[in-house]
């Protein structure tokens, strides 16, 4: 069954660590997301991927950053520099990079990210 | 700046009658807009979405309504069910780039 995998599901850090959620698909998707979800708020995009070994910035990229060497997976490693990291966090991809009522989104369950 | 309003967090309704869930944005360049319900602890799955072109798009139990010159979106559900008991979010899109709104808790009635 085709679909993406965030792991873990909960996660905890301590303060000045450096922690990386994982994001596996295997839709053979192009592109993929990341987005942060605070309590009521909408999603926030943090970066985002076309293709292997590239990737850009997304709106609220700071503290985060993320690494693209394979189609399949894109984790994202939340620095010490984030200074507010308890969000959850979901990983999405799309086929192409056009995003758009005739490719949405296909989301992972996400990983909830607490400090100690 | 919010460009994608959701301005009632939260809707009871009762099971069988109809859900209404608005959206409002103010950006007229936007070319889809899209919505995906998400359970707890669930990423959001794609619901349907529609074209800046059109004013009405259905799928089964739900419709899409655009009304482009008041810069708002309605997904109407009919008939709610228990299962529609979810957190609903109205998203719109512009090149790469996507704009979710905060999302409307939806409860339905027994």
């Known amino acids: 069954d085709g679909g993406i995998t965030q792991s873990p599901k909960y996660l905890f850090r301590k303060e000045g660590q450096n922690v990386t959620l994982s994001c596996e698909q295997n839709?053979?998707?192009?592109?993929m997301y990341w987005y942060r979800q605070d309590p009521g708020q909408g999603l926030r995009l943090i970066y985002y991927?076309?293709?292997?070994?590239?990737?850009q910035k997304g709106d609220i990229a700071e503290g985060y950053s993320v690494s693209r060497e394979k189609k399949e997976s894109f984790p994202l490693t939340v620095t010490s520099a984030q200074k507010n990291p308890t969000a959850f966090y979901l990983c999405?991809?799309?086929?192409?990079?056009?995003?758009?009522?005739?490719?949405?989104?296909?989301f992972g369950d996400g990983t909830r990210l607490s400090i100690l | 700046d919010q460009q994608v309003k959701q301005n009632s967090p939260s809707l009871s309704v009762q099971e069988g009658r109809i859900s209404i869930l608005n959206c409002d944005y103010t950006?007229?360049?936007?070319?889809?807009f899209l919505w995906y319900k998400k359970y707890p602890a669930e990423g959001p799955t794609f619901l349907i979405s529609?074209?800046?072109?059109?004013d009405k798009n259905e799928d089964g139990r739900f419709t899409v309504f655009l009304n482009k010159s008041a810069k708002h979106l309605s997904l109407h559900i009919v008939p709610s069910q228990p299962g529609d008991s979810a957190v609903y979010f109205c998203?719109?899109?512009?090149?790469?780039?996507?704009?979710f709104g905060k999302g409307t808790r939806l409860h339905i009635l027994p």
């Open positions: 999405a991809s799309t086929p192409g990079v056009r995003l758009g009522g005739n490719q949405p989104q296909h």
């Open positions: 839709l053979n998707h192009d592109a």
């Open positions: 991927s076309q293709i292997v070994n590239d990737f």
């Open positions: 950006n007229s360049m936007f070319d889809y």
């Open positions: 529609i074209s800046s072109i059109k």
């Open positions: 998203a719109a899109s512009l090149d790469r780039k996507i704009i």
